[in-house]
């Protein structure tokens, strides 16, 4: 619980200040990594662009009806250049939102394939349309 509070805290000080996620660059934390999130069926279905990233380096966590997804992509061969252009993002990112409803967080499945994630959430038996019969 604390550290949602912390992680809600550190988004809306960060959209205050549209602080900056990589030095030099104008990506914003809420803007890093663009995401789509859809309903398909009964799945809730998250897909997002991490270009250069590997699955050892991301994060996910599901808890109630949140996500939060992080991760670190570490520059290589950085000693001795002397940059008269660098744009290719490099470091930390964190973000977290809530999801519609909860999800069965024994039926969530992630890949990443040519550096789109793609994450599917089952919709928790408690948050799926029931119909009632009428005696």
Known sequence: ????????????LDELFNRE?????????RSFPSMNLFEKNDTLILKTELPGF????????????SLLL?????????EDRNY????RLFGT????????YR???????ATL????????MEKAESAKVRSIAIK
């Not at 619980?1 to 809306?12: D, P, T, V, Y």
Request: glycine letters at 6%; hydrophobic letters at 30%; aromatic letters at 8%.
């Open 84 to 87: 008269h252009r660098r744009e």
């Open 54 to 65: 590997e699955k050892k380096d991301l994060k996910i966590e599901v808890k109630e009806n």
């Open 103 to 109: 999800v069965d967080t024994e039926k969530i499945s």
């Open 1 to 12: 619980m604390l550290l949602e509070n912390f992680l809600n805290l550190q988004k809306h």
């Open 93 to 100: 990112f964190s973000r977290q939102f809530g999801l519609p």
């Open 113 to 120: 394939l040519d550096g789109i994630l793609t994450i599917e």
């Open 21 to 29: 996620l990589f030095p030099g660059t104008t990506f914003s934390r």
């Open 70 to 78: 992080s991760g670190t992509k570490k520059e290589s061969e950085t």
